[in-house]
């Protein structure tokens, strides 16, 4: 498949005209989207770059779904400067036209998600409800942040008689570097708090997945002032690396991996500035001896390893069962997981999707591999749907029995549709299991105890911890961090909102 990855290209006069033969021009997005793809969004408008790469559907590589830019380092100069300047002008607008903004924002994108939700599915590879759940929280993101916004980021009096107030004051330009795995929702979590916090926002989206990010910026794009919203695109080790190093870039919002967070947190030789860092996970499922394995709870385990193909950082990377149920745990978990139908994501039958890039396809291919190799054993199951294209993305989910807590699968955060099931025979022996990593996101105990529950995530070491479901938190306003390496920032009730602005102190005599 490496034929099918794509090339860099030159962005010259009849660009669109010279590569239709490449293009399904019948399914791509809206003309007002295809206008601004291969191009970067800088002080108010989208400009091309000198090079871009094709954005390919990850169930059908062959088909181009769009292009994305590569930005050079003038570009991303002109981005930041752009951002500068328009700075002050945004931190100083009334607090309620930057709500309105956000609330006006919602509203159109509401109207176009059906339309974003295709284009996500094409470029993404989620399956339909999946990626019509992420369009719909993404923008209700918009109204949640908006509603905080007005109690939240207000002066607050201290003292006996209120002599030192405290104001909210926005920080400055912010970047928002996201990935491909979510790549709408979690620019929206960042993003955002940072523009109604009073901060222009410079957003780097993941370059194999940009086109629905980019297609939300250009209907938000009339409803702020030039300058406060813009996009560069292209390599990380460029790309966002520039917009890292730069000490005009206060902020720093990146969602990925562990070790690319690390060179991020890393790269700031000129300035301090502050890091939200959500970063990889390994999360451990509990399954105690109580547990209830009906039919519901199995396939709550199954959705929680293989949302989105697995390819979630809080999702479930490893279940350690107590012994006197791991039998009955992989039997029915097999049962569950061969039900599932792989194929694209617009099919209506699939209920899996391909990996998102031929990248990750191979990583999770050779870790299968290296998994046999060593020993464990690797129950592939699931189906692929007839007339699926043979040259997608596709790896049919799988259990891993037999491995060892230290094993490389058990280890890692795999970020595909498998999952090794370790038995235990002590409860502290499980909790030492589940915190022998040095992620700490997500973790779940299943229990039919809530006392139980309660002791045991107490003593796991992730950010949040569910009990008899592993998903997300439905509130959009809670935003935990992880610890140990898988985060860096805070956790709240307030939409993150904190992330984004400075507290300043104004004494009166005798304070």
Known sequence: MAGLRGGELSILEGF?????????????????????????????????ASTATAVRNPASPREVVGWVAHASAAQVEEAIAAASEAAAAWGQAPLGERIQALQTAATRLRALEGELTRLYVRENGKVWNEAAR?????????TVVADEAASWLRPHGFGPRGTVTVYPRPRGVTAVISPWNSPLLLTMKRLAPALVAGNPVVVKPASSC???VMAALEVMRPLFPPGVLGLVSGPGETVGMALAQDPRVRTVAFTGSTETGR???????????????????????????????????????????????GQVCTAIKRIHVHRSRYPELVDKLAQSFSQVAVGSGLD????????????????????????????????????MLEGSDPEGYWQLPSLVLGAKPEDEVVQVE???????????????????????????????????????????AQRLEAGAVFVNHHTYFQDLRLDFSGVKESGLSVSTEHAALEGYVDWVGVGLPGD
Request: aromatic residues 6%; negative net charge; proline residues 5%.
């Open 16 to 48: 669109w005209e010279k590569e239709a033969d490449h293009t399904d021009k019948t399914n791509s997005a809206s003309a007002q989207w295809e206008d601004i793809f291969a191009k970067l969004l800088i002080g108010g408008r989208w400009q091309a």
């Open 134 to 142: 992420d369009v719909s929280r993404s923008i209700e993101v918009l």
């Open 210 to 212: 940009p086109l629905t």
């Open 263 to 309: 060179k991020i947190a890393n790269a700031s030789p000129n300035g301090i500035k502050r890091f939200l860092l959500e970063l990889g996970g390994n999360d451990p499922a509990l399954v105690l001896s109580d547990a209830d394995l009906s039919a519901e709870s199995v396939e709550a385990l199954r959705l929680g390893v293989l949302r989105a193909t």
């Open 348 to 383: 209506p039958r699939a209920r899996m999707g391909p990996l998102q890039n031929p990248n990750q396809w191979q990583q999770v291919r050779a870790l299968l591999e290296r998994t046999q190799a060593g020993g464990a054993e690797v129950k592939t199951l699931g189906s």
């Open 414 to 456: 795999q970020f595909g549709p498998l999952v090794p099931v370790l038995p235990f025979d002590a409860l502290d022996e499980a909790i030492a299991q589940a915190n022998h990593t040095h992620y700490g996101l997500r973790a779940s105990v299943w229990t039919t105890s809530i006392e139980a529950a309660r002791a045991v």
